[in-house]
């Protein structure tokens, strides 16, 4: 997954507010062209968030979520672990 300079650059470190999972941040960085410029502002992104560990109940949510719409594992755990954070909100 490729992300664009001015989607990192939008965002302000002090009023980021978002989190992800520590799925999120491989695939981040999985990228093989992935710029310096680009890795640094995707450090500078991940610096402000939190990482959600994927436990049991997201596990197994995920396992539903991959069941009944034919996703691959990580976009089940993408999905079940938004789902388990609006839930729990």
Known sequence: MRMP?????AFS????LFTHRA????????DPN????EE???EELLATISVIPVDSR???LAALVRRDYRLKV????????????????
């Open 23 to 30: 799925l999120t941040e491989l695939e981040l960085f999985a």
């Open 40 to 42: 640094s502002l995707i």
């Open 58 to 60: 997201i596990a197994r």
């Open 74 to 89: 990580p976009d089940s755990v993408i999905a079940a672990t938004a789902m388990f954070r609006v839930a729990s909100s």
């Open 34 to 37: 992935l710029s310096t410029e």
């Open 13 to 16: 470190v002090k009023t980021c």
């Open 5 to 9: 300079l001015p989607f990192c650059a």
